[in-house]
């Protein structure tokens, strides 16, 4: 089977697609043919260094993948069925998915959801999985479509772009912020019915600024997520997930005491598995066909560390599609 290998060389990380053994695997119940990967945030840092995700080496990066059982040790799944699998660490601190085939526990995997295949599955991915979380992070803060506009940071990310289609087919009037104009077709094209420059959110902020969101949804977290929070409605949601844009959050204490914000934080790695299992049967019921039409990047291994730099420049659009087989 063919891999992408991280190694540690002279404090750099080494990509290299190379073959690897069955019995080079790490421990687990089920090995899995791997059809389908896909490249997430997480994934590209991990491959350029970019950011210590990865601790252990050798390491077979790949958050995320979909495929067919090969072998499996625990009833729960047989030879020929087919899988998801993100988070838990995979491709972190396990093998993971940019490979031909990973040994992993079974406890990790979803059986393919009903309407899904391998492909469909990895448009979505990690990034479409949180993008949904972060929308039922909303609904449960009771945020509904007649309360207000959503606005979503990051907007053409794998996540954004997600969570702009899925809540614009739920009846939520969303406005995107991207810093890139280049993106503005296909965010009209997703849903939003508005699109703000990132640089409206990066200004000074003042603990409370004029209200206008009813919910948020944060890919981008530091100065943007901090104005996004000062102009929150009274009693508005903010679903935070990511770092894109820095890890700090220059905030106060304000939105929360005198607006009565929510800021909820959204991981979908170690999501308990009932709560994945209803993530993905919403995605389903959810996104529109023209979603999965919307053609992603489709990269073979061999592309996946190159593509991994241009993630990380902000020179992608929308998610990126690893064809393992
Ligand atoms: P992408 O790279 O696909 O999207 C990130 C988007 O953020 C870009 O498209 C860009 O959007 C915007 N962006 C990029 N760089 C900057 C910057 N320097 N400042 C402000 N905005 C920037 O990544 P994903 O969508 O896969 O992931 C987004 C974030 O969510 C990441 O931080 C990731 O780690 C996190 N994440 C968290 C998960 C969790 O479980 N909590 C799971 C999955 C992802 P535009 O050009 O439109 O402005």
Not at 13 to 19: D, E, G, L
Not at 61 to 76: L, W
Not at 178 to 205: C, K, M, W
Not at 217 to 236: C, F, H, K, P
Request: net charge neutral.
């Amino acid at each position: 089977m063919q891999a992408l290998v991280l190694e540690q060389s002279e404090g750099k990380i080494v990509a290299t697609v190379k073959p690897l053994t069955d019995d080079q695997l790490p421990a687990g119940e089920v090995v899995v043919d791997i059809d389908w990967s896909s490249l997430n945030y997480k994934d590209a840092l991990a491959i350029t260094g970019k950011s210590k995700i990865i601790r252990n080496f050798p390491m077979v990066p790949g958050i995320d993948f979909a495929g067919k059982v090969y072998y499996s040790e625990d009833p729960r799944f047989h030879s020929g069925q087919e899988v998801l699998l993100t988070g838990w660490g995979v491709g972190e601190n396990h093998w993971g998915g940019l490979a031909e085939r990973a040994r992993v526990k079974a406890d990790w995997l979803v059986p393919m959801p009903v309407g899904l295949d391998g492909r469909k599955a990895m448009i979505i991915g990690t990034a479409g999985l949180t993008a949904m979380l972060c929308v039922m992070a909303l609904e449960e803060g009771g945020i509904t479509p007649d309360c207000g506009e959503i606005v979503v940071t990051g907007a053409s990310g794998g996540v954004g772009s997600t969570a702009v289609a899925l809540l614009s087919t739920l009846g939520y009037q969303v406005v995107a912020v991207s810093g890139r104009e280049s993106t503005h077709g296909y965010l009209r094209q997703l849903g939003a019915t508005e699109i703000l420059p990132r640089s409206a959110f990066n200004s000074d902020v003042r603990p409370l600024e004029k209200q206008r969101w009813a919910g948020a949804i944060d890919t981008v977290g530091a100065g943007v997520l901090a104005s996004v929070l000062a102009q929150m409605n009274y009693s508005g949601v903010v679903a935070a997930c990511g770092l894109a844009g820095g890890l700090t959050l220059p905030t106060t204490v304000m939105p929360f005491i005198l607006r009565n914000v929510r800021l909820q934080g959204v991981d979908s790695v170690s999501t308990p598995t009932p709560c994945r299992i209803e993530a993905w049967k919403r995605l389903i019921k959810v996104l529109p066909e023209t979603f999965y039409q919307q053609v992603p990047h489709e990269v073979p291994l061999s592309e996946v560390a190159e593509s991994a730099m241009k993630l990380l420049n902000n020179d992608i659009t929308g998610r990126t599609l690893v064809k393992i087989r």
